[in-house]
């Protein structure tokens, strides 16, 4: 069974939902992180925010580790900074990184061994499981 850790922005997490539960239907695993932001509307200490922050970057570091591959859901290109840490991790640990979409930034780009060119869903199943039997 394929292990895919997916990043991406927190504001796309309704997409990266369906696409895990679509990847899922097909056979593979999924790591995925969790939609935390309403964490960051608590009335909490900033010391608390701080500590919360470093919990989740930490757990989705991990999650790379796991993974057999990371696939980067940068809806029309976006990554912002946290996915940016994660394609470091990930590149650091020599993981098959694979993006949905190109970049313009090219410290990102050329960290990609796979960019799908594609952000519909039943497409990206489709590459993915012909890519690798899940």
Known sequence: MKKIAICGSSKNHTFITRLKEALEA?????????DARHLFQLDVPPM?????AAGLTYDHFEKIKK?????FANLAGYMGNSATLELGC?????????ALN?????????LFNDVL???????????????WKA
């Open 48 to 52: 608390a925010y701080k500590l919360m």
């Open 117 to 131: 060119e594609t952000e519909d869903i039943e497409n990206i199943v489709k590459i993915l499981s012909s890519k």
């Open 90 to 98: 990930a590149a650091s640990l020599s993981k098959h990184i694979i």
């Open 26 to 34: 097909k056979g593979f695993y999924i790591y995925l992180f969790p």
């Open 102 to 110: 190109h970049d313009d930034e090219l410290a990102r780009e050329c």
């Open 67 to 71: 993974a057999d591959c990371v696939l």
